[in-house]
Structure formats: structure tokens, C-alpha cells
């Protein structure tokens, strides 16, 4: 049985060579199929370990009880699976697979299924095995060979044997020419030729012969020196034609020194006469009223003012599309710090002409900032400069981005600044180091860059980015992000308590800033606070104890706190404000409009969309306050900083400012329109009609009372003349591509002013800076009381609706109270009713006795109408003459029936 199936196998192996000829292939050895076999399962099969077919072993051998447990236990998956059958057939103990690299058979593999095809295959693997390995023996022994042979020609002993001569011997004539002609040089080439001439006169001389050493003192080169051969290259020479130079010199005339010697003489006696000398005093008589005339014009005539600078103020219409064109003079991005980033902050540079300060931030969204929270990001407020339009002159360093900053604008302190950073801290730098290298460097490369024609400076180092002198401690800080600050006034500077500083406690300078945040909490920051901390300023606070270390060294450096903390709240006592913008500055008892002193009052909006008036020098409630006293806190019930709230918008406010020239009037801009507030007035006074699009910033015209800057989230700006029109924008300017972030304007003095600068900063890193055209910023001459009507008109509206507004919730009231009672009460007493009808009786006569006497008013203001246009009845509507009755013959006597 075993021999029928041995018998069996060979033709199948047959048929598979034939199916594989009839494929195109190659012919497979018989006894043999191609196999596949994965490359992940070389190392499980033992086949190679790197995966690629460079490590596969040529061929394998495999028990057949372990094939068969593999076929059994993966099934189909096995690469085995496909041959089962053929090798339970299989009678002999060990299978055979051969690698085909090639695939010369179809497959990577193919398998031996047959005694005599396994004997045979592997007698050629084994043939090649001997064979390499014979061959390898071989070389080895050539190679054991040629290093012995090495060896024994180095270690040869030679013998020194004396040449003896012996007859020369060769076998042939041919042989013995060859030896000879292998002896004799013949010369390949030509035999070069050369001349040695001498002149005549140099013969018949005589000699003298000295001593020399044999050696040659010369070298004869191998190969001619090019440097003898070297060709005149082309030069390129310029020539410019200059004038003659000539030093000359010169000296002033010199003068002989004189001394000499004045003296003073007061008039006497004898000089009166001279003083009271006829001609002398006509003459005075005669000038004295020319002379007069001129100093007086001297004194009220501004000579240096330009004549015409009024001419055409009258005729310029904001309205005109030609004259309302923006002119961009700087356009500013640098691609390290702020390109594709957002300008959240823009401020002027107090002092320095033509220096701004943005800052950039990241363009990130809510969960991209989520999952960053916490991480450090070095940012930079950039300081730009007209001189340079590539580099900023001077870089801000903080660890964390910054939402809002300002200068400190007074004077002596404007290269302080102070800054809100995203995690809640704030930051001051100092950069007047920074500006005295930044002026140096202008003075010492302005000639250069005057002579150049180019910008001073570009070719030097930049300037390293300036580090913090102060960042507060985070522990102590805003809970969130620092949404907006404010440079508190000179005269207005606090203490511990929220209190005012007394005049005598005052330096006119600014010392502290306030900052707010989404926490609900508005700090005071003072830039003295390791004087506070030492105990050298009693006034403004107590010092601190602080825990030091016994071994630390040298000064103890303080932690910079917030000097006064005010957490705002909702007046109805739960929840706390996510505050985003602030507004200070309502003035004194002298700037103010009421008369008040608002120091410490404040304006600020909240992300819900609500406007907050608050103070922070309020008392608790029910406290009372001694003729003026400070408050003292006794710990137990917080003062109520909020005075009133009010709805503003839906969504957070984009800018907060109160107007230039009326201190309380209050500009709030959200999502889709702009609202202006009265400080004495819980309702906005007027509200803009919704926009088209979201609005991003807004800013008051710092030269014209009435007029209005709304940037848009599409990059235009609308400019609103509150004057000329309140329910539509006057002009709409196109200032960028993208979505613009912030604005602002620069501030100059209204004397001096010439033009106006708007800086405006986008999404994508611009700054822009625009040359504002002249109507938009030369005010009318009677713009001011323009825009002080309009505000009245504006308030009597409102009042009047509120007043309105409160009769009709009485008479609701009232009629709500009469209903109650009727249902409560049923007919009531019969007294009551009689006094309830008198008097609705009464207040029916009265109603009735005003309509007549203002029908009596309308008839005759009516009648003297109709006299002064001296109209005819025929004139006349007829529904007129039907209700006055008149005649036929006229209106003359006809008079309105009463």
C-alpha cells in the first residue's frame, strides 16, 4: 500500500511541473510545488530574523509530525495548510523547503513532497557545500602558501660569493639580438637642438678663475614653471574725475588788547533840561500812538499762524468719497514675533515721536488654550519705530502671552510699563537703559544714515530683549486672565484701605495701576512695594512681617503683592462678575460735570454683557460715616462696591471709553451695535442700529466731539457723525484684509496738531499705521454744541420715556389694586361709592374743562392762520367749512361754533 502511494506521489509531482510549463514558468524539478510563505512568519519558521529576503536561509528541513501540528492548530492561516495532504502522504520523516528569491517557480518557496526529490535536492545543496567548502580550503592553503613563502623570503640568509665570468652561451641568434637590443637605449621622440650665441664684444676679455665648490647652486625644474607663462588676466578700473585739492589755511586779523573802562553817572539836575527839550518830546508825542498800535498787535495776533489754515472747513463734507480715503504710512509685522498672530494691545509711546508698542498673541481657540493651560510661552511686546520698518528697536520679555499693557504717561515715568499677562500676573519693565542705547545709536549712525540715504542703525546688533523688573507673585494674583488696566492719576493714588492719598502724601507722579479680571476682583498694584514692605511709606500701609531665611545673604527680596483688593459682586449677592473692560478718569470736584468728586468710581463691563458702576471708597451697608472720616474696617461685613448694574449688551463688550470732551458720556461697543451712557443714567441714552457685521473695537475721535471710530470684524472700519447722522455710519474706511483686533489713536496736543495717526493692528500680525484725512479730524466750529444738543436731546428722550414709563406702571397698579377690592369686598359701602363716583366725576370736569380751553387755543392760532395767508372759502377744504358752519356768503362773521 505504501509503495501505491510512493507510486502516486511522482506523477502528482508531475502533473505540477506540467501545470507550472503550461504557466509560461519554469520548468519546476519534479517531485517538487511552489510555495508561498509569509514574510512575518520567517523568524516563527526559522527562516531569518530581519524580515527582508537577505537573511533567509537557502533551505530548510521540517519533522513531518511538526507540520502536520502546525496545519492542524492554525488551520487555513498556516502556510502549510495548502500541502496537508501531500504530506501526510509523505513517507519519509523530515520535509524539505528550498528558497526561490527569484521565483523562478511562481512563489518564494517550494517544497520537496517525495523521497527522491528531497534526496536529490539536497545532494546539490550539499555538492555546493563541499565544493565551497574545497574551495575555501584551497584558498586557505594558497593563501598559508604564499604567507610561508613571505616569511622565508624575509628570514633568507644571502652568501657572499665572488662573481666569477663565464662564457657567454645562447641558444639562438634571435635570442642573443634580443638581449642586445633590450641593452641599448633608442630614443622615442626627436633629439631637441639649441644655440648658444654670444656677442662679439663679449670675446678677447679677460678671466679670472676662483675657487668654487662642485655643487650645483641652481635647480633645473622637471616641468616648465607657469608662472613665466601666465597671460594678463582682464581688470576691471574705474576712474571718476575729482577737482583738485589744495590745503590752505587762514587766521583771523589779530588785534591789540586795549584796556579800557566805563563808569555810570546818574542824571542830575543838569541833565533835566535835556529831558524837557521841545523837539524831543514832540517827537515822543508823535510815535506814541504808532508805537502803541504795534505792540498791541504784538500781543494779540499770532504772526506764526498759518492764514489759511480755516479755509475750506466750511465746505468739507464727510460724506465725499475722495477726501475720506485713508493714507497707510507704516505697515509693520515681523516674522519671528507676531506674524499670523493677533495685536490684543496698541499704545503710543508718550514721549518719543513716532514710537508704538503692540502686543501679539497666539490666534489659538478655547480648547487649544485649554489644553495648553498651564504651559510657560515666552512672549514680547514689541516697541516699533518709523525709522525702521523691518526690526523692532526694542522687545518686552515675559513668560506668559499679554492680553493689555500701557505706558506710564506721567511725565518722568514714561519708560515704565506696565502689563496684564494670560495666567493672572502682572509685569513692570523699565526700558529707559534700553532708550539711552537706542538714542545713542541714532546719534552716532545718523551722519551715516544722512549720507546713505538709508535708515540708521540697521546694520547694528538689535538690542536684547529687555527683562521684567518686577512680576507679581501668582499666588497673590488675578485668578484669571487680565482682561484690562489703567495708570491710576497723580492725584489719585490709594492706600491699603481703598482710601485717598491727602495732598501732602502727593509727589505728582504715578506710582499705581489697577487691573481687572474674568475673577470678579479689581487690584491696585504700587510700584513702591518694597518701600511699603520695609516700613519707609506709614501712609500707604503698614509693614509686612516676612519670614527669611537665617542663612540667606545679602537683602531680603520682597514679593511684590496688590496694595488694595475689591471683589465685585452681584448686588443681589450671589455670584461673583467676569469682568473684561475698564474705565477710569470721571474727574475730580473740579473736571467733573456734577461738581463730585469720582476719583474712585469706575466703569466696567462684564462678559455677560452688563455694565458695572462701582466705587471703591463705599462703606458697608448701614455703616455710618463720621463728618468725613476714614472708614475703618472692622472685618465683619464688606463694603458694597457696586453701586448699580445694567444690561448692555448680549455678549462681552469690546471696548469701553469715556468721551474726550464730555467726561460723562461713556462709549460701550459689543457684538452688533454701540451704546453711549450717561454717568447719572441707569439706560443707555442712545443705541446704533445692529450691524452687518460682528464689531471688534471702537474708539472716540480725540479731535471732533461728535464723531466715532467701529472697527468690524471684516476689516473695515465705520466712522459714525453723531452730528450730521445718528441712524447710519457716515463713511465706511477699508483698512485691512482680515479681522481687525484693537485700535488706537495718537495723542497730540490740539494747538500743535497738523494731522492725526490711527494705528490699527488685525489678526494676521499688521500694525497698520494711517495718515487720517483732514475732515475726519479738523473739527467744526461749532461741533462741540452740536454734539452737547444732541446728548440733551437724547437725555429729555429718555426721561421722558422713563416718566412715561412710571404713570403707566402706577395706573397699572392702581387699576390692579381697584379690581382686587371689587373682588374682595363685593359691592362695598354704599358712602364709598358715592365718594369714588364724585370724584370721577370731578376728574371728568377737569379733563373736559383742559380739552376745551386747548380746542379754544388750536381754533384761534387756526383763524390767524387762515387771516395771514388770506385765504377765501372757496380756498377751503370743504370738511373744514362743513364742521365750521360757514355761510354762503362768506367767512366774514362766520365765526367756529363753540
Known amino acids: 500500500m505504501a509503495e501505491e502511494e510512493k507510486a502516486a506521489e511522482v506523477p502528482a509531482a508531475d502533473a505540477a511541473a506540467a501545470e507550472a510549463d503550461a504557466g509560461g514558468g519554469n520548468a519546476i524539478p519534479p517531485g517538487c510545488k511552489p510555495m508561498f510563505i509569509q514574510m512575518a512568519k520567517y523568524e516563527e519558521y526559522g527562516l531569518g530574523t530581519n524580515g527582508t529576503n537577505d537573511g533567509v536561509c537557502p533551505w530548510k528541513t521540517y519533522t513531518k509530525e511538526w507540520v502536520l501540528e502546525e496545519c492542524n492548530k492554525m488551520g487555513f492561516m498556516s502556510d502549510f495548510h495548502p500541502f496537508m495532504k501531500d504530506v501526510q502522504a509523505y513517507p519519509g520523516e523530515d520535509v524539505l523547503i528550498i528558497n526561490d528569491p527569484e521565483q523562478k517557480y511562481g512563489d518564494n518557496f517550494y517544497i520537496c513532497l517525495t523521497v ?18 574545497d574551495a575555501k580550503a584551497k584558498a586557505e592553503a594558497e593563501e598559508a602558501a604564499r604567507l610561508a613563502a613571505e616569511e622565508a623570503r624575509r628570514n633568507a640568509v644571502y652568501e657572499d660569493k665572488p662573481v666569477l665570468s663565464r662564457p657567454y652561451v645562447s641558444e639562438t641568434a634571435e635570442a642573443t639580438l634580443d638581449e642586445v637590443r633590450e641593452l641599448k637605449t633608442t630614443p622615442e621622440r626627436p633629439l631637441l637642438g639649441c644655440t648658444v650665441v654670444r656677442p662679439r664684444s663679449s670675446f678677447g676679455h679677460p678671466y679670472r678663475f676662483d675657487n668654487r665648490d662642485a655643487e650645483i647652486t641652481f635647480k633645473v625644474p622637471s616641468q616648465m614653471n ?19 585739492q589744495a590745503n590752505s589755511s587762514s587766521q583771523t586779523t589779530w588785534y591789540r588788547p586795549v584796556n579800557k573802562g566805563v563808569q555810570y553817572t546818574a542824571v542830575g539836575a543838569q541833565d533835566a533840561a535835556a529831558a524837557e527839550n521841545p523837539a524831543l518830546v514832540a517827537f515822543l508825542k508823535r510815535v506814541r500812538p504808532q508805537l502803541e498800535d504795534a505792540l498791541q498787535q504784538n500781543e494779540t495776533v499770532d504772526i506764526f499762524k498759518d492764514a489759511f489754515a480755516g479755509v475750506g472747513d466750511e465746505d468739507a463734507a464727510v460724506g465725499q468719497k475722495g477726501d475720506n480715503e485713508l493714507k497707510e504710512m507704516r505697515n509693520y509685522n515681523d516674522i519671528k514675533y507676531s506674524k499670523n498672530m493677533s495685536i490684543s494691545a496698541i499704545d503710543w509711546h508718550p514721549t518719543r515721536k513716532g514710537m508704538i508698542a503692540v502686543s501679539p498673541t497666539r490666534n489659538l481657540s478655547f480648547d487649544e488654550r485649554v489644553e495648553q493651560s498651564g504651559q510657560a510661552h515666552t512672549a514680547h511686546i514689541l516697541l516699533w519705530d518709523f525709522i525702521d520698518l523691518i526690526h523692532p528697536q526694542i522687545m518686552l520679555q515675559s513668560p506668559h502671552e499679554m492680553f493689555c499693557f500701557r505706558f506710564n504717561p506721567c511725565p518722568g515715568q514714561q519708560n515704565l510699563v506696565a502689563a496684564g499677562c494670560l495666567n493672572g500676573q502682572v509685569i513692570i519693565w523699565d526700558i529707559a537703559e534700553a532708550m539711552a542705547t537706542l538714542n545713542e545709536r541714532e546719534s552716532r549712525g545718523g551722519r551715516r544714515a544722512k549720507e546713505d540715504g538709508g535708515d540708521g542703525g540697521q546694520d547694528e546688533e538689535q538690542i536684547p530683549p529687555v527683562e521684567a523688573l518686577a512680576v507679581s507673585q501668582i499666588d497673590f494674583s488675578h485668578r484669571g486672565m487680565v482682561a484690562d488696566m489703567a495708570w491710576l492719576p497723580p492725584n489719585t493714588q490709594v492706600n491699603i484701605k481703598g482710601q485717598l492719598l491727602a495732598e501732602e502724601h502727593l509727589d505728582g507722579k504715578s506710582h499705581q495701576f489697577l487691573t481687572l479680571s474674568g475673577d470678579g476682583s479689581c487690584l491696585v498694584w504700587d510700584l513702591r512695594y518694597a518701600d511699603i514692605a520695609e516700613g519707609h511709606l506709614p501712609h500707604i500701609a503698614k509693614p509686612r512681617h516676612v519670614q527669611t531665611d537665617k542663612n540667606q545673604k545679602g537683602p531680603v527680596e520682597h514679593k511684590w503683592l496688590p496694595l488694595f483688593r475689591m471683589q465685585l459682586k452681584r448686588l443681589e449677592g450671589v455670584g461673583e462678575l467676569s469682568l473684561c473692560k475698564l474705565c477710569l478718569g470721571l474727574g475730580d470736584e473740579t473736571s467733573s460735570a456734577d461738581g463730585l468728586d469720582r476719583r474712585s468710581q469706575l466703569f466696567a463691563s462684564t462678559e455677560e454683557g452688563e455694565i458695572v458702576f462701582a466705587d471703591w471708597r463705599a462703606r458697608p451697608a448701614g455703616a455710618k460715616d463720621d ?45 452688533w451695535n454701540f451704546q453711549l451712557w450717561k454717568l447719572d443714567h441707569k439706560v443707555p441714552i442712545f443705541s446704533s442700529p445692529a450691524a452687518s457685521t460682528y464689531l471688534t473695537a471702537g474708539k472716540w475721535s480725540p479731535t471732533r466731539p461728535g464723531m466715532l471710530f467701529i472697527a468690524r470684524t471684516d476689516g473695515g472700519v465705520d466712522v459714525w457723525d453723531l452730528t450730521d447722522s445718528s441712524y447710519t455710519p457716515s463713511v465706511a474706511l477699508a483698512v485691512s484684509a482680515t479681522r481687525i483686533t484693537s485700535m488706537e489713536f495718537l495723542p497730540s496736543p490740539m494747538k500743535s496738531l497738523t494731522s492725526q495717526l490711527l494705528a490699527v493692528g488685525d489678526s494676521n500680525g499688521n500694525l497698520h499705521i494711517f495718515d487720517m484725512p483732514r475732515n475726519l479730524w479738523r473739527a467744526q466750529p461749532n461741533e462741540k454744541s452740536l454734539m452737547a444738543n444732541f446728548i440733551d436731546r437724547e437725555v429729555n ?6 416718566k412715561r414709563s412710571e404713570i403707566r406702571r402706577e395706573e397699572a397698579a392702581l387699576l390692579a389694586g381697584d379690581q382686587e377690592d371689587g373682588v374682595g369686598e363685593g359691592a362695598g359701602d354704599e358712602g364709598d361709592m358715592m365718594m369714588g363716583q364724585e370724584r370721577e366725576e370731578e376728574d371728568v370736569a377737569q379733563d373736559d374743562a383742559e380739552a376745551a380751553e386747548e380746542e379754544a387755543l388750536y381754533e384761534q392760532l387756526e383763524k390767524k392762520f387762515i387771516e395771514e395767508l388770506e385765504l377765501s372759502r372757496d380756498d377751503l377744504p370743504e370738511h373744514w367749512r362743513k364742521t365750521h358752519h360757514l355761510d354762503e356768503e362768506g367767512m366774514e362773521g362766520a365765526e367756529p361754533v363753540q
Open 116 to 133: 527522491e526529490a528531497k534526496e536529490r535536492e539536497m545532494g546539490v545543496f550539499l555538492a555546493a557545500e563541499k565544493a565551497a567548502a
Open 226 to 244: 607657469p608662472d613665466f607663462q601666465t597671460k594678463q588676466m582682464e581688470r576691471d578700473v574705474g576712474l571718476q574725475g575729482a577737482l583738485p
Open 627 to 671: 463728618k468725613g472720616a476714614e472708614a475703618e474696617d472692622d472685618g465683619h461685613e464688606a463694603p458694597e462696591y457696586v453701586q448699580w448694574m445694567a444690561p448692555d449688551h448680549g455678549r462681552p463688550c469690546v471696548a469701553l471709553q469715556p468721551s474726550p470732551f464730555f467726561p460723562e458720556i461713556l462709549l460701550s461697543v459689543g457684538d
Open 797 to 802: 428722550r429718555v426721561d421722558y420715556v422713563a
